[in-house]
């Protein structure tokens, strides 16, 4: 993993503050082991926090993503959607054949088709 981050990958982790299944000490691990390599979005899932996210919540971007304006899991998706659209224009795939990238450059050919 150090190769691939010295080599440009970047990691992004989504997690609830207070999600048993994903606990704080697995993202600070991660900021430890991979510096700078690590981007991390973290909510709020305690009590009484401002946007009555439930303290079991666990799927940031799936059962558990709000999508209105505002809320941090909405926020959480869009940085996740810029973070794939930077890394995959950022990505060797351009000096690749094959279908991977055939697929990439027939979706930048025809914007908003998707």
Do not use: W
């Amino acid at each position: 993993m150090k190769t691939r981050l010295a080599d440009g990958v970047r990691v992004l982790g989504l997690r609830f503050i207070h999600d048993a299944m994903c606990p704080g000490q697995r993202f600070a691990r991660l900021r430890q082991e991979l510096g700078n390599g690590f981007e991390s979005v973290e909510i709020d899932s305690g009590p009484g926090n401002p946007h009555n996210i439930s303290r079991s919540a666990r799927s940031v971007v799936t059962v558990d993503l709000v999508d209105e304006d505002g809320h941090p899991t909405r926020a959480a998706l869009e940085r996740v959607l810029a973070f794939f659209q930077v890394r995959l224009k950022e990505s060797p795939l351009d000096q690749r054949k094959g279908p991977l990238f055939n697929t990439i450059e027939t979706i930048d050919a025809y914007p908003g088709r998707l």
